[in-house]
């Protein structure tokens, strides 16, 4: 985990620099009192989703607890739902539009779904079906595919033919 930290403060800086290019452009292309205008706006948009989606987010977790479902669904359907929302709220236009895609249904389910798999893999898979309930195997059918792991041998009783061939006693 520690190994991925060391890249945050160089994608924070290349953030910083995209969000400011691209507030540079917008301003050129609109006016640049349009442009602040435009993120004002964002911002305070993103400000109102971030307690609605909040309140939403607490309602199915424990509407999941009291009917004794895995809350697995809720949870991260509501922490996709505020990191869209405090995308938003956060003053930039590229954040501003990865948080109104995160808040677009089609959109949220990819996340959600990304969310889950990410958390399966990184839990063991009994706190995984807690969160989530069972798991769902895809089943394919055709021919079996050879497997790496060499087959174990049969063990057979002295006397007793294995394909044609008889084991003696002794050898």
């Keep these: 985990m520690r190994r991925g930290l060391k890249y945050v403060p160089p994608a924070l800086l290349l953030l910083a620099l995209l969000e400011l290019t691209v507030f540079v452009l ?5 006016g ?7 993120v004002f706006a964002a911002s305070l948009l993103g400000l109102v989703l971030l307690r609605r989606e909040g309140l939403r987010a607490w309602r199915g977790f424990r509407a999941a607890v009291e009917s004794g479902q895995p ?6 359907d509501g922490l996709v739902g505020l990191l ?9 236009l590229v954040s501003g539009v990865v948080g109104l895609l995160l808040l677009v ?5 990819l996340a959600r779904a990304g969310v889950r798999r990410a958390t399966e893999r ?3 898979s009994m706190v995984a079906g807690d969160l989530f309930g069972p798991r769902r195997v895809r089943v394919r059918r055709g021919a079996p595919q050879p497997t790496s792991a060499p087959q ?8 007793r033919a294995i ?9």
Excluded at 26 to 30: A, I, L, N, S
Excluded at 71 to 76: A, C, E, I, R, S
Excluded at 163 to 171: H, Q
């Design 84 to 92: 869209g929302a405090l995308l938003l709220a956060l003053p930039g």
């Design 163 to 171: 394909e044609g061939e008889i084991v003696e006693p002794g050898r």
């Design 71 to 76: 809350p697995g669904q809720q949870v991260t």
């Design 152 to 159: 174990p041998q049969p063990v057979t009783e002295p006397g």
């Design 105 to 109: 249904p089609p959109v949220r389910r």
């Design 26 to 30: 917008v301003g050129r292309g609109v």
């Design 32 to 38: 640049f009192g349009f442009a602040v205008l435009l």
């Design 122 to 124: 990184r839990v063991s």
